[in-house]
């Protein structure tokens, strides 16, 4: 069965443009999660969606990103615009929060490694 | 969320058995141990999690001590693919769903 899908896997762009990531998760899970990896910062959640509404987005950096879940299959994480600090490697993952003791079972898709120049 | 200690780099021989210390002296009693790995240009891959008894399924095995107050992943058998940086993360069953990463264990299988 297929993971979780991101597109697109490598993004370059430069700064000021427009960003757009997306997230296919497992189906029928009904929690969906955005992450960005650093050298720097490590593994930071940005912002998770349970049941296509945002519930947390206290860990994106600023106004300029953006996220959006219009269905139980698909969302997107926007940077508008993009800066070089921007540059990072963005995870999707998705989970299926209905069993106790599982909440955290999360799965993982491979990644977009963005580059802003 | 109770914080883990876990040391930076562990060295195996392919083959042999894999044990990964994390220390959680401060969990709580409603408060899991979740094992995720990371493999190079990889997400995070789950593992195995537990509460109070040890765990096993067909990737690993979870020990937790009596007092909880540290645990230990076991790679019964492991390969040059087990290769990753594990992290050890303690989460309550009341918490929002936020994984915290920490920096981990970066464990180099060797042939």
């Known amino acids: 069965d297929a993971g979780v899908i991101q597109s697109p896997r490598h993004e370059v762009t430069e700064m000021g443009q427009e960003v757009t990531l997306r997230c296919k998760p497992i189906s029928g899970h009904n929690s969906l999660f955005w992450y960005r990896q650093t050298m720097m910062r490590g593994l930071e959640l940005l912002i998770y969606?349970?049941?296509?509404?945002?519930?947390?987005d206290s860990g994106m950096p600023e106004d300029r990103f953006s996220a959006k879940m219009p269905n139980a299959s698909f969302s997107t994480l926007k940077i508008q615009p993009s800066e070089p600090r921007d540059s990072a490697v963005y995870f999707c993952?998705?989970?299926?929060?209905?069993?106790?003791?599982?909440?955290?079972?999360?799965?993982f898709g491979p990644g977009t490694r963005l580059t802003v120049t | 969320d109770a914080k883990t200690t876990q040391p930076p780099s562990m060295d195996c021989a392919e083959g042999r058995a894999a044990n990964l210390p994390c220390n959680h002296s401060t969990i709580s009693g409603n408060e899991y141990v979740y094992w995720y790995r990371q493999i190079h240009s990889q997400g995070p891959q789950y593992i195995i999690h537990g509460l109070k008894n040890n765990e096993t399924n067909e990737m690993a095995s979870l020990i937790i001590t009596e007092d909880r107050k540290s645990s230990t992943l076991i790679l019964p058998h492991a390969t040059l693919r087990d290769t990753a940086v594990y992290y050890c993360i303690v989460i309550g069953i009341q918490g929002a769903q936020k994984l915290v990463f920490g920096q981990g264990t970066r464990l180099t299988i060797n042939p």
């Open positions: 969606f349970n049941n296509n509404v945002p519930i947390d």
């Open positions: 993952a998705s989970s299926l929060a209905r069993t106790r003791g599982r909440e955290y079972e999360q799965y």
